[in-house]
């Protein structure tokens, strides 16, 4: 019997990029494709030991976090702030990025 004080929490985050199909459709595809790039980077670099991260579909990407829901809130909330830096400059106008984020602890007591 496994004792259940001795598994983990994990946690899972679903990222949605807001907007991104306004980047594309006024900037181009090239200019929508590196804003996605650059949040997969700053994904890649706050993850932490444990966690894994991968690009789901078009503009979403998800994150496993081996962590209590309150942790994960609060690595949600830097990653939101930090994708709002991430804006870049096109055509001398500010490009700007936001992201939705969803949280849910996983039940790893069920299996």
Known sequence: MIDASALRHW???YIDTDQLHVINDSCGMHV??????????????RLPPGAFAARISGDRFAVLLPTQLDAAEEFAESLRAGVEQLGSVHDESRLYVSISIGVALLDTAAG
Request: glycine share 18%; charged share 25%.
């Open 11 to 13: 946690s899972a985050l």
């Open 32 to 45: 929508g494709d590196s804003v996605l790039g650059e949040l997969g980077e700053l994904i890649r670099q």
